[in-house]
């Protein structure tokens, strides 16, 4: 029985949602062959009391001052800031994550958070049969340094931009590979039609549907939503307020012209999101990548500097979304989309469909389980030598030609006794 072991936070909600779709993967994979958990370390009690507040502490930064958590960010993805923080990350987080990996004795320890790496790697250079590391970036193109520690054996990277970036920070170029953000794979899983998705949740099924995905990290969600029903647009509604206890009160206590179905929490947002038309929403990368699988075009708002910005214009420079920056600006696109018929939303729609990777938690628990067969060995079975392939002459100029791995895995027979080092 192998033992996984994933390591989350809730900083942002995709982190967990990432850590989530994974395990589902793995579980429906080879549950009959391995043991899956789940762990948030920034909760343990072994973590400093001060570790513990950092949900709260990103939720009231991003949403009060996005401009100087955009500083922030910019400052440590410096090379010597960065260390810094992963120098305090190491001091603060290195008993907690000693007592999960002492205990679990796990296989395999997959992170979808960046700050985890730094005090892994010194924790296994001290085991003496320390778990491979796998990283999941959950950040589409502008991707903070932090992700790619070289204590890691492998990452998974969303984009060619994210492999890019990976490779610039001195990650190991063979020991990268590109599957997307990894999204529930129930999105994967549903087949009926939209308009039958929208009768079984008691949506109207005659009108355009904007889905709005709200949180505590959105500012100003109420006025703009009052905007598009002042305009009296002929489209539904549906909000999904995140767990914001205030905002589902706000909501629930307008007078609504438009038809509108509101969500205080859900924990089925593939099924709301395959009943849409539309999605608007903050650009974090889980929610962004869900839209995406699922083929609806995104209106962004409230975008914050640093990775929701590069998350953005991603999608934008794909033709699968927009970013609006006022109400009035929404309301002006969303009186073109719905007096335009089809066609301008249904090419949004195409290209978001071609953005999205509804499959990327099972290439990346793939990934994890082809880490752990050869973890360990040097040798594959029956004498069969297992490389990663060497990108140093053709793989970068592939990548930027919109190849979709990075490595690609060969597998040959073995000449003599001469082994491979799966980390070259």
Known sequence: MKRILILTADVGFGHISA??????????????????????????????????????????????????????????????????????????????????LVTGAPDLVITTYPYYQSPLAAICR????????????????????????AGADFCCVPTADAARSAVSYGFDPHNIRITGIPVHPDIGRIRAAKQDVRRALGWRTDLPTLLVMGSKRVDRLPGLLQQINAARLPLQLAVVCGGDEALYRVLNQMTWTRPVHIYGFSNDVPRLMHAADWVMSKAGGLTTAEALACGRPLLFIGTIPGQERGNAEYVVRHDAGVMVETGAETVRLLRHWTGLGDAEPRRLAVEARRLGRPHAAHDIAAQAWTMLEH??????????????????????????????????????????????????
């Open 126 to 149: 001290e085991l003496p049969a320390p778990p491979r590391i796998l990283t999941v970036v959950t950040d589409f193109v502008t991707v903070h340094r932090a992700w790619f520690h």
């Open 19 to 100: 850590a989530n779709a994974i395990r589902e993967a793995l579980e429906t994979r080879h549950g009959h062959a391995c043991q899956v958990e789940v762990v948030n370390p920034l909760q343990s009690q072994a973590a400093p009391r001060l570790m513990r507040h950092n949900a709260r502490d990103y939720d009231r930064l991003v949403r009060r001052w996005p401009r100087v958590y955009g500083l922030a960010y910019n400052a440590t993805n410096r090379r010597f800031t960065n260390s810094l923080v992963n120098q305090a990350y190491t001091s603060l987080l290195q008993a907690a994550l000693r007592r999960l």
């Open 375 to 424: 973890a360990g060995n040097t040798f594959a079975p029956n004498g069969v030598t297992v490389q990663m392939t060497t990108h140093a002459d053709v793989g970068l100029h592939k990548l930027r030609r919109g190849q979709t791995r990075l490595p690609a895995m060969t597998v040959r027979r073995s000449v003599g006794r001469g082994t491979t080092n799966n980390h070259e």
